[in-house]
């Protein structure tokens, strides 16, 4: 995200941008988040005052340019006699939290006393509650907000690259003058050039940084965090609930998702490759734990979910912290000894914030090497982002159904590509077919499959039912069912034959096996 959001900021400069991926757009830590765009409640316990009030400006900003993908949501924060947060506190650092808001605020929070906590979520323990809160934040689709951003950088200008793994640096006269990629899909090689490279690469920068210097000290602290996915009826819950866990006192989040409900996050550290990250047996029985003690009536077990994602967070080492939870989660920017800029740590809410801030020492740069003059700083906080352009998205569901689309596909579609809606429409209006459900279990529809490799760069299978569409996670299924009807779509538009569409079906529905495997 921190990378898309750097290109799309240097692009609107006027900066001439290449970005590369070695996987699909927000394949790692970006797409498998809580879904979160929020000030960091929690944040305010470790004193992190000003990390908290950027992150609040920027909620309002993004529900402003990507009202389609961000949206309000209430969360229940229910406070048991005996909780490491006391009633008093918590209701203090709500105050503090919608006053650090200001006129940015989503709503102002509102104290509940026990039968008001249990008239809004009755499922929820009534042993030992003593009280609680009302507060607002935003829930996010965290993939489609990462597309959305490099989709906007593209639009400026910037090329991008996915499946491009960086292999090497290329030198010139001692400095970091560009990279050698591989294209992991076709096994081709490129040298790209450029005067400045930055590296954003989350859990994998100091990887990277080995490349300019092998002798570097690691800045990374990488930890764990997983989520499981459960049948939202059998919790019960209509709102989002934040609770302190009944295991070990961390502050965690029961999260609704259409039928489903997510639980997370952990918060252990890790050593292991990101790019093997999985949730383990230990993590799921973790949050499941948890999720019972808050809703006693659940009963959930190990076969009740549905799907879990993990993901390494990339944060700044401290060496006072003595717990993952009480690292900050401030970021910090680096400059190698080849002039390579390395940006790490932050989080998902403030991506535009840490993008800007690269992008100026991007141009500070430039001046010193090149002579360049400074271009104005990019106004990304007013630009909307892909779909963004229409708040009111009702003409759009209209529309959806008027074309014989139903009320649950429409807000679907509505919900996923806001104002975009209209293209996936257009393709429907051209050819009936596209009309056809993509899951018989799903309200999706085949003509997402062509936007997606059309506009959404989508190049594999997974790309299109993990990331684009989330069939992965919405399906009981994992969207298996869909595999074989999307490699086809897709290899009509990409030019693939027949061996590569059973291929890129079969490794979709391989990878789910060993996904499932893994966490056994």
Request: aromatic share 6%; hydrophobic share 45%; with cysteine.
């Amino acid at each position: 995200m921190v990378g898309a959001g750097i290109a799309r900021d240097a692009a609107m400069r006027g900066l001439s941008v290449a970005l590369v991926d070695a996987g699909d757009i927000g394949t790692g830590t970006s797409s498998r988040s809580s879904r979160l765009i929020h000030g960091g409640l929690r944040y305010l316990e470790h004193g992190e005052i000003r990390l908290v009030f950027e992150a609040l400006h920027e909620r309002a900003t993004l529900l402003r340019i990507a009202p389609h993908l961000v949206h309000p949501r209430s969360f229940i924060f229910p406070v048991y006699r005996g909780d490491r947060v006391p009633l008093w506190m918590m209701l203090a650092g709500l105050w503090l939290y919608d006053l650090l808001a200001g006129t940015r605020n989503v709503r102002w929070h509102r104290s509940l006393g026990k039968r008001a906590v249990l008239r809004a979520e009755p499922m929820l323990r009534e042993r030992g509650l003593v009280g609680g809160a009302r507060y607002w934040d935003c829930q996010a689709d965290d993939a489609r907000l990462t597309l959305a951003t490099a989709r906007s950088a593209r639009q400026h200008g910037a090329a991008i690259a996915t499946y491009a793994e960086v292999t090497g640096l290329i030198r010139a006269d001692g400095r970091v003058a560009g990279a050698e990629v591989r294209d992991r899909l076709t096994g081709a090689t490129a040298r790209l050039q450029a005067a400045v490279v930055v590296n954003a690469t989350g859990p994998w920068a100091d990887g990277l940084r080995r490349m300019e210097d092998p002798s570097i000290t690691p800045i990374l602290r990488l930890t764990r965090g997983s989520h499981v996915l459960v049948p939202r009826a059998r919790l019960g819950h209509t709102e989002a609930i934040t609770l302190t866990s009944a295991v070990d006192g961390r502050v965690m989040f029961v999260l609704p998702w259409g039928e489903w409900s997510y639980i997370g996050t952990t918060d252990t550290d890790y050593d292991g490759d990101a790019d093997g990250v999985h949730t383990t047996t230990d993590d799921v029985t973790y949050l499941l734990r948890s999720a019972n003690a808050a809703f006693p009536h659940a009963h959930l077990v190990p076969e009740d979910v549905v799907a879990t994602w993990s993901a390494v967070r990339p944060l700044v080492q401290d060496p006072g912290a003595t717990t993952t939870a009480s690292v900050s989660r401030e970021h910090t920017i680096l400059t190698g000894s080849g002039g390579m800029l390395t940006i790490v740590g932050g989080k998902l809410t403030t991506y535009r914030r840490m993008a800007a801030q690269m992008v100026d020492h991007v141009v500070q740069e430039l001046q010193r090497v090149q002579g360049r003059a400074r271009p104005p700083k990019a106004r990304t906080d007013l630009e909307p982002l892909p779909g963004g352009e229409a708040a009111e998205l009702g003409p759009f569901h209209a529309a959806a159904t008027d074309l014989g689309l139903s009320a649950a596909t429409a807000e679907h579609l509505v919900s996923r590509y806001g104002s975009e809606t209209q293209a996936i429409l257009n393709l429907v209006a051209k050819d009936r077919t596209l009309l056809a459900p993509l899951h018989p279990a799903h309200p999706a529809i085949v003509a997402q499959v062509i936007h997606a490799v059309r506009r959404e760069l989508a190049r594999t299978v997974d790309d299109v039912l993990v990331r684009r569409i989330h069939l992965r996670y919405e399906t009981t299924d994992r969207g298996n069912a869909a595999a074989a009807t999307t490699a086809s779509l897709m290899g009509a538009e990409l030019g693939w034959g027949p061996d590569e569409v059973a291929r890129q079906a079969e490794a979709y529905v391989a990878a789910r096996a060993a996904e499932v495997r893994a966490a056994e």
